[in-house]
């Protein structure tokens, strides 16, 4: 058996699932918004360039934007359930399968990692006392990148999985310390703490017990990797059947519970219990926090009310994607739901949760109505709207559905 | 006494090709308060018939009625008259073993008293009591198929389609299903069971129906199939064999 043929004919499937969306992708008024938002971000970075304020936290704002580009990796196996049974006498060839995985998954992210650090260059020598060489800054992060993707190789393999989690914790803090002496200490005293630190890390990746190959944890992984291909891909275009990752957030349990026990809610408590478990929770939240923050910043400025609108849009586009939940579902052929009341209870569901994050997200503004009436109560307002607005998107999308049905 | 069968099926016909069809003019009918087993060989078409009852197939031709209603005139009251027990168990990833019993309850307007007692009652008798609050992917699979048995049966509806119900399950779990199955047939509720555990359906359907290559070669009780078999006495797998090499 070819395993490096195998794993070239799977990525090419995979690749050709893809490839029929870019169209749309195109053509999508989301990738319109995307391309004004990275011109709008070109113009404002090229004019912060121009006049620099003082006393920009350039070395805290470099760790936080190249630590997760150096540390997060991942790589697609399209490793499938059926390969425990057919693959499984292969376990001993499997790096043939897993070698060019690995550096297709490190190729993308080295770029990703190499154009972020190219943005902030410019800032960086413009603002820091005692900068250090791009060329060893990049030879450095390269450096980094590769631990942490044999870091996580390492990870997966475990047969221990609190001792995974424990290791992933280690992964960030070895990188995160690498990088911040890099950036805070002087050149030679920073590489002789990173060569210690590295040489520390790889010795102790080498300490727990571990699997030929995880198989299982890999197809999991897998699974994983391909929903968010796909989710991604829905922030563009519908996409059917998406599945998500599951997340058990005990403290959310109760979350649907109390809502009316009718049959036309009944896929609203479907829905709470996959949103407040599903990945698109994580991400709502993570958005919402960071327009939070961004929006305090600067909310006594016209910016301000543009980014609150625009994290406001990008929530919205990542609640839109709760649509095509549960599109495949089999019970929800089966089991007598009155007619509907899917597409009322998700655009309800959306509605309610993007109005009450246009609210909080729009928080810093109301504290400055005192000073800024118009134009704080204006920016809410305008959030409020928008909500609307995709609440209508969503009603029109679902009337089409039900006509097409008829 | 109502005699309005809970299913009838008349003259099906059906498969996912109209040129080649599975099911070839099949007809029965399940009776308030029966239970009746579907039994035939692999392909023999039972899954694709359960598959036509559900609605998830068309017929080519014929009909079927659950209580009197096809599913085209009234789908509410046709699927709200029946629950289905799959062979794998399929369950929602993000929801725990008491959320998919809830969720179950309250898609088929159980009363919200009555899902509190019934799910009490099917933790208790399915040994699930500990499990209630787990996510569904953490349990084992005779475990999930419990969850498919105790979502089917807290919606208490009046037919029962259960597809091949004992795969995984422990013995406890398949007595404790065949002693629930006859107290909600007792109690007026129909079944129609598929499996190929013969001597186990065989103390407990009332009838039997079997499907060769698509068509129903013979249906009726155990003495009915016997005498009709001029084979008395004999036991449901040996009447099965008999039939099924006659049929070939």
């Known amino acids: 058996m070819d395993l490096k043929e195998l794993r070239r004919e799977r990525h090419s499937q995979a690749m050709g699932k893809l490839l029929p969306y870019v169209g749309y992708i195109i053509q999508s008024g989301v990738a319109m918004v995307f391309l004004f938002v990275i011109i709008a971000f070109s113009a404002w970075y090229t004019s912060l360039l121009r006049d620099v304020p003082d006393g920009i936290p350039i070395r805290w704002i470099m760790l936080a934007l190249l630590l997760p580009a150096a540390t997060h990796s991942g790589f697609r196996t399209y490793l499938q359930t059926p390969d425990t049974v057919f693959l499984l006498p292969q376990e001993h060839r499997m790096r043939e399968y897993f070698v060019p995985a690995w550096i297709r998954g490190n190729l993308w992210k080295i770029l990703r990692l190499a154009f972020i650090l190219i943005t902030l260059w410019p800032l960086y020598i413009r603002t820091e006392a005692s900068p250090k060489l791009l060329f060893a800054t990049a030879l450095l992060l390269l450096a980094v990148k590769l631990l942490a993707s044999f870091g996580l190789w390492r990870e997966l393999s475990l047969l221990s999985r609190p001792a995974s989690g424990s290791y992933a914790l280690l992964r960030w803090a070895v990188c995160g310390l690498i990088i911040a002496a890099w950036l805070w200490q ?10 210690l630190l590295a040489a520390a890390y790889l010795v102790a990746l080498h300490v727990p017990a571990r699997h030929a190959v995880p198989w299982e944890r890999l197809i999991a992984t897998e699974k994983n990797q391909g929903a968010r291909a796909l989710m991604m891909l829905g922030w563009f275009v519908d996409v059917p059947g998406r599945e998500q990752r599951v997340y058990a957030r005990r403290y959310l349990s109760k979350w649907g519970g109390s809502m009316p026990w009718r049959r036309d809610t009944a896929y609203r408590y479907l829905l709470t219990k996959s949103f407040a478990r599903g990945d698109i929770f994580g991400i709502v939240l993570r958005i919402a926090l960071l327009g939070l923050l961004l929006s305090w910043w600067n909310r006594g400025t016209y910016v301000g009310t543009a980014i609150y609108l625009f994290f406001l849009f990008i929530v919205g586009v990542q609640l839109l994607s709760l649509r095509k939940l549960h599109s495949e ?78 | 006494m109502n005699n309005t069968p809970v299913l009838q099926i008349t003259g099906l016909s059906g498969g996912y090709s109209l040129n080649k069809p599975v099911l070839h003019d099949v007809g029965l009918q399940v009776q308030p308060g029966e239970m009746v087993g579907l039994i035939g060989l692999n392909g023999a078409g039972k899954s694709t018939t359960m598959k036509h009852i559900l609605g998830l197939m068309s017929p080519h031709k014929g009909d079927i009625t659950v209580l009197g209603k096809t599913r085209a005139a009234d789908p509410g009251a046709y699927h709200g008259a029946l629950s289905f027990v799959p062979e794998s168990p399929l369950l929602y990833e993000e929801m725990t073993v008491r959320e998919h019993v809830e969720f179950t309850a309250r898609s088929y307007g159980v009363e919200r008293s009555d899902y509190e007692s019934r799910s009490l009652q099917l933790a208790k008798l399915f040994r699930m009591e500990d499990k209630m609050d787990t996510l569904s992917s953490h349990l084992s699979k005779g475990m999930k198929q419990k969850v498919m048995i105790m979502c089917a049966f807290v919606a208490r509806p009046a037919l029962y389609v259960i597809d091949e119900p004992f795969l995984g399950l422990d013995p406890l779990g398949i007595r404790s299903l065949l002693d629930f199955m006859l107290e909600l047939k007792n109690s007026g ?39 009709a078999s001029k084979r008395p006495g004999q036991s449901l797998e040996q009447l099965f064999y008999e039939l099924v090499q006659g049929g070939e």
């Open chain 1, 186 to 195: 002087p050149a030679g005293r920073g590489l002789l703490f990173i060569v």
């Open chain 1, 329 to 406: 579902s089999f019970w929800l052929t089966i089991y007598p739901l009155p007619q509907g009341t899917k597409g009322q209870n998700t655009t309800a569901f959306v509605f309610r949760t993007h109005l009450i994050l246009a609210v909080v997200l729009g928080l810093p503004f109301l504290t400055t109505l005192g000073e800024r009436l118009l134009p704080a109560a204006g920016t809410v307002a305008a959030g409020v709207l928008l909500a609307f607005l995709f609440k209508g998107y969503m009603s029109r999308k679902e009337a089409r559905l039900e006509d097409d049905d008829l």
């Open chain 2, 189 to 227: 509720a129909s079944i129609l069971l598929s499996s190929h555990i013969l001597s186990t359906i065989e103390n407990y359907c009332d009838r039997f129906i079997v499907l060769h290559q698509g068509k129903v070669i013979a249906e009726g009780s155990l003495a009915e199939i016997a005498a």
